[in-house]
Every structure is written in structure tokens, then in C-alpha cells.
């Protein structure tokens, strides 16, 4: 079954504008990841966020949490033509837990 | 360095074959863990293979199975195939048993039923 939901479903920009994608999921976590897929290939990790934390930046990504409201949102800044592809966030739940949940994903499209 | 591998690309069944798909983990890489990508949805989770043992199963029928060999490489294997087991099947590796860090995925092997 799938833990997170991203909205919006897809999102287009023109390049050079800010993207922000947000994932709701349903029980508590140890941790909360993104992942970016390219057209229906293997799926790459972009950052993590621990359930302690609240906000993280990896270059032109941030990433914040907020466990009260189980909820994330990834911010790309400055998106290039290159970031096309589909967003995935992806749950861990902690001990006991073997997997990672994943949300059915954010299409987005940058216009060059 | 190699990523994890997956092997074949893509394959074409009948309903009621069965098939295998093979994954290699990326060196001193002792987790895999399958994936399930139906076209237009987000991966789930079939299992984790540690060690050689299965250490998790998501929710697939029987007809799903796997296993780990001694040099980490793993297989999935699925009997009686039926329409709906179209999908991209994903693997992916990761240093030791826990998936609280990040998942290395090889490219998938896209399996289309018929």
C-alpha cells in the first residue's frame, strides 16, 4: 500500500522558477527520503530527513518535515531543463521495518 | 565503482510463464530489496534479502518468490504470471540490513505480460 501522498500529482515550470512538491504519509516514522526517478528508470536518492530534524538543504534542494502534521515538502530552486522527472518521497518506519513506503510521485516538467 | 545491475532490460511473457530477474548489488553491498513500479504509481516493496535471508516480505501473493547467493547477487522470481504483474521491477542494494539509509537502484527490468 502507499504511505505518502505527493501533491501536486504533476507541476510545470519554466526554468529558472522554483519548484516545491509536498508528500502527506499516515504513520510515524524514523525517517523520511526523496527520491528522483527519469523516465521510468532506476529511481536515485536525493536526501534524507531524520524525524528529529526539520529542515535540511542539499545544494539547490531543501527539504523540511513537520511530524505534527506528517507532512514534507522538497524545494528546488533554480530548476534547470535537466530536473524533469518524477519525485518520489519515501517513508521508513523504524525498528520492526524492512522497507521503504513510497507515494505514487510528482511529475515535473521544466521548460526551457 | 558499478551500480547494482539488473538483468534482462526488458522481457515479454505469456500469462501462466514463469520468470526470473536477476540483480547484482553493488560491491560490500549485502542488502537487496525488490520493488514492484506499476506504470503511473510509486514502487512497493516485495522483500529484503539479507545474509542470504529473507528479512522482509511486502504484500504479494505466493506467487512472488526470491533469493539471495552467496556473492549478494539475488533473484525474483515470479510463477504463473497474470496480466497485472506488468510492471518495472526495480532492485535495490544497501550497505547492511537496515533500509533506514539510502537505496542504491539499479535500472529496473521492465516485464510486460501478454
Known amino acids: 500500500s502507499q504511505q505518502g501522498e505527493e501533491d501536486p500529482q504533476a507541476l510545470s515550470i519554466q526554468e529558472g522558477e522554483n519548484a516545491t512538491m509536498n508528500c502527506s504519509y499516515k504513520?510515524?516514522?524514523?525517517?523520511l527520503q526523496w527520491y528522483r526517478q527519469n523516465s521510468g528508470r532506476g529511481l536515485v536518492h536525493l536526501i534524507l530527513?531524520?524525524?528529529?530534524?526539520r529542515e535540511k538543504h542539499s545544494g539547490r534542494l531543501r527539504v523540511t518535515l513537520d511530524t505534527s502534521k506528517k507532512s514534507s515538502s522538497l524545494l528546488i530552486t533554480a530548476s534547470r531543463a535537466a530536473d524533469t522527472a518524477s519525485y518520489f518521497c519515501?517513508?521508513?518506519?523504524?525498528?520492526?521495518?524492512?522497507?521503504?513506503?513510497f507515494g505514487k510521485g510528482t511529475k515535473l516538467s521544466v521548460i526551457p | 565503482d558499478a551500480g547494482v545491475t539488473q538483468s534482462p532490460t526488458h522481457l515479454i511473457k505469456t500469462r501462466g510463464q514463469q520468470v526470473t530477474l536477476r540483480c547484482s548489488p553493488i560491491?560490500?553491498?549485502?542488502?537487496v530489496s525488490w520493488y514492484q513500479q506499476v506504470l503511473g504509481q510509486g514502487p512497493q516493496f516485495i522483500f529484503q534479502?539479507?545474509?542470504?535471508?529473507?528479512?522482509g516480505r511486502g504484500n504479494f501473493p505466493d506467487r512472488f518468490s526470491a533469493r539471495q547467493f552467496p556473492n549478494y547477487s539475488s533473484e525474483l522470481n515470479v510463477n504463473a504470471l497474470l496480466l497485472g504483474d506488468s510492471a518495472l521491477y526495480l532492485c535495490?542494494?544497501?550497505?547492511?540490513?537496515?533500509?533506514?539509509?539510502?537505496?542504491?537502484f539499479g535500472p529496473g527490468t521492465r516485464l510486460t505480460v501478454t
Open positions: 535495490a542494494s544497501s550497505p547492511g540490513l537496515a533500509v533506514s539509509y539510502e537505496q542504491y
Open positions: 504513520t510515524s516514522i524514523n525517517n
Open positions: 530527513i531524520r524525524s528529529n530534524e
Open positions: 519515501a517513508t521508513f518506519e523504524g525498528a520492526g521495518s524492512y522497507q521503504l513506503t
Open positions: 560491491s560490500g553491498h549485502k542488502s
Open positions: 534479502y539479507y545474509e542470504k535471508e529473507e528479512r
